[in-house]
């Protein structure tokens, strides 16, 4: 069965890096876009990056964009969110998912549990 | 950016009720809209994609419609665990946006 599990969250304090990391097993990880969600707080949902199946391109809300960068290891089957510059505003759960057509960006049919990352100083 | 907005925001029903939920986009979207319910301390789930297709798994109480700018998400008959929050997306275009959600509670 499909997995998307995050690692990589926690807390850190306003300026600084951190890397997220999605593990993904039960589905050719190869052949399907994949997407970074957050969620803040008692808020709605936000779509933060995505990246094509062969990580030729890369797409980014205006947000982030800039400071996030999104990739994928496709021999390894995991997709990493680098995030730079954090600010207070990108405190969130962070999402991983996947895209629901070969090949192209589709719709978000699996969902991982999502990481939590804290800015504050 | 496209921009969705959903109605209403909050909405109060009973078992058995029929529900609807609107979305509207800022500019056409064809038919790349989805649905998702998320339930509190829960990852989102797709129930409908490409504005009326029913993903694998999904009851059939649930229905989309629309093209365009307006959509609809429909629940016939609501369930116990029909009590969520919703939420349509738009990958028409890039950036990929959500509506701000729509809270359905138990009246």
């Known amino acids: 069965q499909v997995q998307l599990v995050e690692s990589g969250g926690g807390v850190v304090q306003p300026g600084r890096s951190l890397r997220l990391s999605c593990a993904a097993s039960g589905f050719s990880f190869s052949s399907y876009g994949m997407h970074w969600v957050r969620q803040a707080p008692g808020k709605g949902l936000e779509w933060v990056a995505g990246?094509?199946?062969?990580?030729?391109?890369?797409y980014y809300a205006d947000s982030v964009e800039g400071r996030f960068t999104i990739s994928r290891d496709n021999s390894k089957n995991t997709l990493h969110l680098q995030m730079n510059s954090l600010r207070d505003e990108d405190t969130a759960k962070y999402y991983c998912?996947?895209?629901?057509?070969?090949?192209?960006?589709?719709?978000?049919?699996?969902w991982g549990q999502g990481t939590l990352v804290t800015v504050s100083s | 950016d496209i921009q969705l907005t959903q109605s209403p925001s909050f909405l109060s029903a009973s078992e058995g009720d029929r529900v609807t939920i609107t979305c509207r986009a800022s500019q056409g979207i064809r038919s790349y809209l989805a649905w998702y319910q998320q339930k509190p301390g829960k990852a989102p789930r797709l129930l409908i994609y490409d504005a009326s297709t029913l993903q694998s798994g999904v009851p059939s109480r649930f229905s989309g419609s629309g093209s365009g700018t307006e959509f609809t998400l429909t629940i016939s008959s609501l369930q116990p665990e029909d009590f969520a929050t919703y939420y349509c997306q738009q990958v028409d275009s890039y950036p990929i946006t959500f509506g701000q959600g729509t809270r359905l509670e138990i009246k």
């Open positions: 998912a996947k895209g629901n057509i070969v090949g192209a960006a589709g719709y978000f049919d699996f």
């Open positions: 990246i094509t199946y062969d990580g030729y391109n890369r």
